[in-house]
């Protein structure tokens, strides 16, 4: 089953917290692995002959391309970008180009990994290029990956693409869903006011569970696209408390509209999904961080997704 928790230990955060305790020697540590990654990097920019200015949030910047009349960028707001990642030592992690569609994530300290480009994104507006130098303090770490080593400063070439509220998010998506409707004919539906579409495919004839019940379900999760994100084990249908904290908002609401027995199609927007849930640069790192238990979804940010749920059943 897939769940999100409170984001209270993304990597960069969590890899912080661990360094601030009342201990002043663990102090003077952080502070002398601040100064360390800060004296390589401007050593890097005087050898490579770079002028860039560093930010209060200890990233350092170059302006590549402006837009003064460009969205400026503001807490909250939804930011498409395209990027190059490498390491200081030149070590290319990923790149997209304007061929491809640009990666989103929610400008929130909380929904972005590393840490540090959620300060980067702040200074920019839509249609702007940025590079930035950000140390391991603000990225991974002492994580380890097998892309990258740890305590690695990262290069970043960063272009915003687009800028959204919540608000027209939202509105891409209902429009995104109504597409998805009408190219795979669904018309048995139910059009909730949360913004849940029901789709009945079989009636069940059992218990129609309540916000307290214990069920057991099959489910197919997928986006819009018909990719697949996860499945329960065919033989091992997963047990969910409707009561618990952690259930996908949608699925909730579709399964208290079931009866044991029943299947049903549950068409949702990212709202009642995984919202802003964490993007990961590079992507690449992602799958590795779910094996580690860093991350607890593959779900990108502000997917619709599709589940196809049975009822197994209700107590």
Known sequence: ?????????????????????????????????????????????????????????????????????????KTNDIISVFYDIKTLEGKLLEKTTDSLAPVMFLHDYRSVIPLGLDYAVHLMKEGEKYRFYIPSSLAYGEYKSDDFDANSIFIIELQVADVQTLEERNSEEVKALGEYLTSNAVTNKEELSSGLIYNQKIQGTGIQPTSQSRVKIHYECRYLDSTLVDKTNPSQPVIIDLNGGYIVKGLKEGILKMKEGGKSTLIM???????????????????????????????????????????????
Do not use: H
């Open 1 to 73: 089953m897939i769940t999100i928790r409170p984001i209270t230990y993304v990597i960069g955060m969590s890899l912080l917290i661990s360094f601030f305790t009342s201990c002043k020697e663990e102090e003077t540590q952080l502070e002398r692995w601040r100064r360390e990654e800060d004296e390589k990097i401007t050593k890097y920019l005087t050898d490579n002959n770079i002028s860039a200015t560093k930010d209060a949030s200890g990233i350092y910047y170059e302006v590549l391309g402006e837009n003064a009349q460009g969205r400026t960028v």
């Open 269 to 315: 927007p990212s709202k009642l999904a995984f919202g802003g849930s964490i993007q990961v640069f590079p992507a690449s790192v992602r799958e590795e961080l779910i094996q580690d238990q860093v991350l607890l979804t593959r779900v990108l940010p502000f997917s619709p997704l599709v589940y196809e749920v049975e009822l197994v059943d209700t107590n």
